[in-house]
């Protein structure tokens, strides 16, 4: 079978949209450290309907830090693949053409960090998870000690982080005179912008004497804006079944395809520092206030699907929706939410019960094959924001925080490497082997596990371990889930809101 391409699209199946613009007048201003998924089922189809109307000044050159795999799929691909876009049983299909180029770090270095350094790259956006930020979710500040922010600091001039990365074109730009351009991050970080701002200035800070640059930080801080944004896509990892099913509806082979949900938003604090895309012509709404919606995303779905991710992975469910079929699942759920809704203040106009019902229906999608297993990644990094916020927010008010407590005990069940029915879960966490080794050394004991975890400052800070409330609540959680499992515990009383 061919393989999909420039050449090759117009001789595409009927009934499959494929860019109308010309893709050899497309120009390259925006780098994109991140190349997944995700990336490429949200800013990139923002990007490429953007230039449906016209403008086609915006192309990607997108890159990953780490495994070729992306470039090496999507350079045969002249960068082209397919959205197929799942709702409930109904598909469609859309070859996307915004990214000019997609690249390795490993293996094209002097092309990415010469692009940016370029006068003509406008944005540089980042999708690299949280963990990428090289930084410590409770504080939000940069992890000095992390290994791949030392082995940067030690040569300043060829990074391996997007950190790193950066701040190395800062510097490079600043030393040849070019103008600033916006650092847009993209990551489910709380006040993501704020965030990549305070551990980039950091880093230029440290990194200031093997530049033999005493001006780093502060020319930094004054010249490069990092907006805050908020974006939502489920996006669940490709299966087999969904490149063969791409390949019959294209009649050709795409290698990186990427499944999505019809639901998309992006919202973006309009403070930038280079010119930039008109995102809000195509769906995305520009504002002065990202954090309400940010905190409401984040608290809302991501906490949901967290909870989701260790109950429904413990209970034995692989897939969202077959987690929401569990009536008792869902209806915890639904109070969690409700838990969460209460620590948010939004804007007016802004429907909170809306949005509930809307991420419920999304959930229930049975067409994406949304993994427990991908959403379990990253508990340590992705905790802080989604689970412990809301804990802190409730327990100032004097509110109760059983149900959040539940989603951490089950994290530290989560932790044992078992499911209730024996399964393997796999622990995909950069502090993995850290917290597996701290709950194992604790033995059977609740109380002693509970202890072990919690003293990871760089999850739960130093508040939460020594508020009783908050411990108590987990330590009764985790002898419910541990002895009696995740039904037992979903029947009672203090879960149910009984």
């Not at 390259?28 to 450290?33: A, C, E, Q, W």
């Amino acid at each position: 079978m061919d393989r999909l391409s420039q050449r090759m699209l117009t001789a595409l199946k009927p009934g499959v949209a494929i860019p109308s613009y010309d893709r050899a007048r497309m120009e390259t201003r925006i780098v994109h450290l991140g190349a997944g998924a995700f990336h490429r089922s949200h800013q990139a189809v923002y990007t490429d309907s953007l230039m449906e109307g016209g403008d086609v000044r915006w192309g990607i050159l997108a890159a990953s830090l780490r495994s070729p795999a992306i470039s090496q799929a999507l350079a045969p691909q002249d960068g082209l693949y397919t959205l197929l876009i799942n709702d409930d049983g109904e598909r469609q299909a859309r070859v996307i053409g915004s990214l000019s180029r997609v690249v390795c770090l490993a293996q094209e270095r002097e092309l990415l960090q010469a692009r940016l350094a370029a006068p003509s790259t406008e944005i540089v956006s980042l999708t690299i998870t949280e963990k990428g930020y090289c930084y410590e979710p409770a504080s939000g500040a940069l992890d000095e000690r992390h290994p791949d922010i030392l082995a940067d600091l030690a040569a300043p001039q060829r990074p391996g982080t997007a950190i790193g990365l950066l701040v190395a074109a800062i510097h490079e730009r600043k030393r040849l005179g070019i103008k600033p351009f916006t650092i847009l991050s993209c990551d489910n970080l709380p006040a993501n912008g704020a965030t990549v701002r305070r551990v980039l200035e950091r880093y230029a800070e440290l990194a200031q004497p093997r530049f033999g640059d005493g001006d780093l930080r502060r020319h930094f801080l004054e010249h490069y804006a990092c907006p805050g944004t908020m974006v939502d896509r489920i996006t669940p990892a490709v299966t087999e079944l969904d490149r063969q099913e791409v390949a019959r509806r294209l009649g050709v082979f795409d290698a990186a395809p990427v499944v999505t949900e019809p639901f998309s938003q992006w919202v973006i604090e309009d403070a930038f520092s280079s010119d930039r895309p008109a995102w809000e012509d195509v769906g995305a709404t520009l504002t002065d206030d990202v954090a309400a919606f940010e905190e409401m995303k984040l608290r809302l779905l991501n906490g949901s699907h967290s909870a989701l991710a260790y109950l429904g992975g413990l209970a034995g469910y692989e897939t969202v929706a077959r987690a929401m079929c569990d009536a008792h699942l869902a209806g915890f759920i639904e109070r969690l939410m409700d838990d969460a809704a209460l620590t948010l203040t939004m804007p007016a106009g802004v429907d909170l019960e809306a949005y509930r019902r809307s991420l419920l229906a999304r959930f229930r999608n049975g067409a994406l094959n949304h993994l427990t297993a991908q959403i379990a990644m990253d508990g340590s990094q992705k905790l802080p924001q989604r689970i412990l916020a809301p804990v802190r927010h409730r327990l100032a008010r004097g509110l109760d925080v059983e149900r959040h407590a539940l989603v951490v005990a089950a994290w530290i069940r989560y932790l044992q490497g078992r499911s209730e029915h024996g399964a393997t879960l796999a622990i995909n966490d950069p502090m993995g082997d850290a917290l597996t080794g701290a709950v194992a050394a604790a033995g059977p004991s609740v109380e002693g596990r509970v202890e072990a975890v919690l003293g990871f400052g760089q999850v739960f800070g130093q508040d939460l371990p020594r508020d009783a409330a908050f411990v108590r609540s987990v330590e009764r959680a985790l002898h419910v889930v541990s002895s009696k499992g995740v039904g037992a515990a979903l029947s009672m009383p203090a879960y149910r809101g009984i």
